[in-house]
Every structure is written in C-alpha cells, then in structure tokens.
C-alpha cells in the first residue's frame, strides 16, 4: 500500500532553516510528481511546492518562494524540502502528498 513518511520537523527560531524528508513507497515514484502542503492550526491546507516526477519542473507558493526548494532523490523514493529564512507563519504540519495520498506529517514550529 501507499506510505509516504515525513521527518524532519521540529523547533527553530526565526530566521533558522530545517530539511524535512519524505520517503514513499508503494508505488512507482519516479513516475510521481509531488507536492509538499502545509496546515496551521485553524486555516486551511496550503500547497507549498511541487515538483515534476524527474525533478526538472517546480513550483512554489508565493508566500515561500526565494526560501524554500523541493528536491527529490528517485533513487532513494525519497522526497526533499530544504526551508530557509523561516518566518513564525511557517509554523504548520507539513505534509508530503501524493494524487489524494499524505503521510501522517511533520510539525514545524518556528518561534523564539
């Protein structure tokens, strides 16, 4: 079945960076365009990024373009969101996702 597995979430302070990792499995990713969506606490879900299936193509939402980049490495299914400059409205679960699949999240808490 389908399992995408996010990690690398946490804490940081403004200004900070973190990578957050996405691994999937069960279907044939290197054929998968992806996309990284985000939550806050009482708003509604945000596309953050996609990325086309080789990675040649990708997009960005307006509010995180110029600091955040999606990479992706097909060799390992593996899934990359490099985040820089962090802002406290980055604060959010962060999901990878892929068609109508999500993995369980990852918690991004930017704050002093």
Known sequence: Q???VESGGGLVQPGGSLRLSCVASGFIFNNAAMT???QAPGK???RVSYI???GAATTY???V???FTTSRDNSKNTLYLQMNELKSEDTA???CQWGSYKGQGTQVIVSS
């Open 65 to 67: 373009k110029g600091r």
């Open 2 to 4: 389908v399992q995408l």
């Open 61 to 63: 939402a307006d509010s």
């Open 52 to 54: 086309s299936n080789r």
């Open 93 to 95: 679960m962060y999901y």
């Open 44 to 46: 509604e879900l945000e």
């Open 36 to 38: 990284w969506v985000r």
